[in-house]
Structures are given as C-alpha cells and as structure tokens.
C-alpha cells in the first residue's frame, strides 16, 4: 500500500484538520479515495522531525508478503535443487564437526 506525507511546498493548498479533545484527527476523504483507504483500515504512525508519517498497513499480511521470497532458494528447479543440497550437506559437516570436538570416535570417512 502506498505512504501518505504532508509536504507544504507543493501549489496545491494543503488539506487541515484539527485534533480533537480526544486526541483524534479527520483525515480528508479525497486523499483516503486516492490511496484507496476507507473506515476500518488500519495506519501506522511514526515521526520523523516535525512531521507524523502515516503509513497504510496491509489489510491481509499474507497477500502483502507473498511472493517476496520468490528466487531465495533459486530462479530454477536445479538451482533450488544445488541449494537443498550444500544445505544437507552442511548439515552432515556439522555433524562431523560436533562429533570431532564431543572427543568421539574419529571421523566417519577414516
């Protein structure tokens, strides 16, 4: 979702609103419809300087995420399949490894 930051140097009159007893503000409805947020989303807030940054929150965290990890492992099949690989056999490294220093037996390839 996109981020939302009062900036004054712009020739479009700026949006006002006021802080109620309540510590509540009313947000312009025609800049909520451009980020297309409406009642019940939820916004982060976080200050930077002077100004308060309103930041959207997803509305479903799975759908935001998904996707972000896509070629971690890999952009093919056979390089996910190098990956799985080196990590299994770094696992049976770190065996060896443990066991050389726990004083065991000597190494499984002697």
Known sequence: MAEAALVY???EAPAVTTISSKNQITLPVHLLREMGLGAGDRLAVAREGNRL?????PRDWVRHYAGSL???YGGSKEE???YLKDLRDEGAR???IERAWSGGAGS???
């Open 9 to 11: 140097d712009t020739e």
């Open 53 to 57: 940054i309103l930041r959207a929150r």
């Open 70 to 72: 896509s070629g971690l």
């Open 80 to 82: 996910m399949d190098v």
């Open 94 to 96: 770190a065996t060896e």
């Open 108 to 110: 499984a390839k002697e």
